[in-house]
């Protein structure tokens, strides 16, 4: 009977010891999965900057050509006059 007591008592201190050691371990992955998706995030933000900076830029091209064109004319125009 005394062996059956102690096996109990045995088997669920070993069953708090590893739920405790699971819970610790779940912290400790959580926290790495933190630090991970801060940085992810860090990285799409500084992504999306980007982004936007070179659609601003694609969409001053076709200005910038049509002030091209303008200008090639002007000088045309200046050139056929002399």
């Known amino acids: 009977m005394e062996s059956i007591i102690v096996a109990v008592i045995t088997g669920g201190l070993s069953l708090i010891g590893v739920f ?16 991970r998706q801060a940085v992810t995030d860090t990285k799409i933000e500084e992504l999306t900057r980007e982004v ?22 002007r000088i045309k125009d200046l050139e056929n006059k002399n």
């Open 20 to 35: 405790f050691s699971n819970m610790q371990g779940n912290k400790n992955i959580e926290h790495q999965l933190d630090k």
């Open 52 to 73: 936007r900076a070179h659609n601003n830029f694609a969409q001053r091209v076709p200005i910038l050509e049509e002030q091209m064109k303008v200008a090639n004319h």
